[in-house]
């Protein structure tokens, strides 16, 4: 056997996640496709098709799943708070599960990373404090399944008590998630939504307990997991962040903020997660082209405090992964992009087979084209 097939391997031994065996390290990440039916933004058959196809991962999460009106920032994102929504993921569980497969839901809020035109009774998006999210895009529909981006509304600061208000949201969202026959939910902590609005110091500028000192910024942080662990047990649960050490100036449908301090911001954060004793860390490197890696000094930070699992992120090759997995700085891989072209991505790793490419005009919105058609491997 060839030297990099040995290399391959490694992706291909299996490891416990939680109370699961997983059957390989490469993971299929969050994804937002805008595929759900509306009104309503109700998952359904070819978004069960779709996750179903792609089973073969170690383990799937799914794309960010909006836990409350209020939690939308694009058009077409599936929920996870009404009844429709919770029998429309029943489908696609049931599909993963049939073929094998491990899923958990990423439960989302976008908070001021939001448009009017979204929001019950087009009222302002809710945030931290009121400051206009700047430099990304949100994505509204303009007509039946017609949309463009947008630039976000301006926000309303959250009060104290709705706050805590929103803190039994997820834990009733993770409720939700485990009625739907989820194994096990991420919160999604990145990118500059609605726990990445608390935890930034740019975004957070409140004078409660949940502003002004990082303990305070990360508080909306630790008491989220606490209450989404009681629901769901530690060992089920993840959180994804995106330490970003460096910026773009291109125009982002997402992206996140830049600290002060982002290797101290975001190793504070980590060791919250590990006094909670949660399952694993997810963590998203900067994806834009040329995008530098992240420092060496937070790899090995990140693995000296946090003792479960890691998975990474972000336009990773098979030789990174590879190369981190030696290096015992990760865990699990996610390949983002390659997975929505290839529903049969771990085989075409592992067999070495080319990859389909992703078409981006078919990425957000529309119909299965793009979607559930993109062809497994066939090896004449």
């Not at 009106?69 to 599909?95: E, F, L, M």
């Not at 773009?248 to 060791?271: C, F, M, Q, W």
């Not at 420092?295 to 930070?301: D, G, I, K, S, T």
Request: proline share 6%; aromatic share 10%; charged share 20%.
């Amino acid at each position: 056997m060839s030297q990099p097939s040995k290399n391959i391997d490694s992706l291909f031994s299996s490891i416990n996640l939680g109370p699961h065996t997983l059957k390989n390290r490469i993971v299929m990440p969050p994804l937002t496709r805008s595929r759900s039916t509306v009104p309503g933004n109700i998952p359904n058959e070819v978004m069960a098709t779709y996750y179903a196809q792609r089973a073969s991962a170690g383990f799937m999460v799914t794309e960010g799943t909006q836990i409350e009106p209020r939690g939308q920032g694009y058009a077409w994102t599936p929920g996870i708070h009404s009844n429709q929504q919770i029998a429309g993921w029943k489908k696609v569980t049931d599909a993963v599960h049939a073929e094998g497969g491990i899923i958990f839901a990423q439960l989302w809020h976008v908070g001021r990373v939001s448009h009017t035109s979204l929001q019950p009774n087009e009222a302002k998006p809710i945030a931290p404090s009121a400051l206009i999210a700047d430099s990304v895009k949100v994505f509204i529909e303009t007509g039946p399944a017609q949309g463009a981006l947008a630039n976000p509304s301006e926000p309303q600061a959250l009060t104290t008590d709705e706050v805590k208000e929103l803190v039994g949201m997820y834990a009733q969202a993770a409720r939700n998630a485990l009625e739907a026959g989820f194994d096990g939910v991420e919160l999604h902590c990145a990118n500059g939504y609605l726990v990445n609005q608390f935890i930034s110091e740019h975004t957070n500028k409140r004078d409660d307990e949940y502003g002004g000192s990082l303990t305070n910024r990360l508080r909306f942080l630790k008491e989220i997991v606490a209450a989404v662990s009681d629901v769901v047990g530690p060992e089920r649960l993840g959180v994804r962040f995106a330490p970003l050490f460096s910026s773009t100036d291109e125009t982002r449908v997402y992206l996140g903020l830049v600290e002060s301090n982002p290797h101290h911001t975001y190793i504070e954060a980590i060791k919250v997660l590990e006094q909670a004793g949660i399952a694993y860390l997810s963590i998203a490197e900067a994806d834009w082209d040329n995008a530098p890696d992240l420092p060496e000094q937070f790899y090995q930070a990140a693995r000296a405090e946090f003792s479960g699992r890691i998975i990474y992120a972000g336009k990773y090759t098979v030789e990174k992964a590879v190369a981190m997995l030696a290096k015992g700085y990760g865990d699990l891989f996610a390949f983002g992009r390659p997975f929505i072209a290839n529903p049969d991505l771990p085989a075409r790793i592992k067999n070495q087979w080319p990859l389909n490419e992703a078409d981006a005009a078919t990425m957000y919105g529309g119909t299965e084209q793009g979607y559930s058609d993109y062809p497994c491997y066939k090896n004449d």
